[in-house]
């Protein structure tokens, strides 16, 4: 599983719907979501374990 964007909303379809024009993000087949009231502590520790497990390197879509 590649991580091709971690973001929060408060309109999951809305953000989805939008998404599909992005370039990088509108690739995507598969989404995956979580409902949590602490979006930012959620992702901090995805991208911190994501750069653990590729060298320090952020996903591409979310390095800009």
Partial sequence: MK????????DLR???????S???VG???RY???VTEKAE??????LKEY???HGGNMPAC???
């Fill in 51 to 53: 750069r653990e497990n």
């Fill in 27 to 29: 690739k995507a087949r």
């Fill in 62 to 64: 979310m390095d800009k």
């Fill in 14 to 20: 809305q953000s989805l719907l939008e998404s599909l």
């Fill in 32 to 34: 995956s979501y979580l």
């Fill in 41 to 46: 502590q959620v992702k901090d520790q995805l």
């Fill in 3 to 10: 991580i091709l964007y971690i973001g929060s909303t408060m």
């Fill in 22 to 24: 992005d370039p990088c």
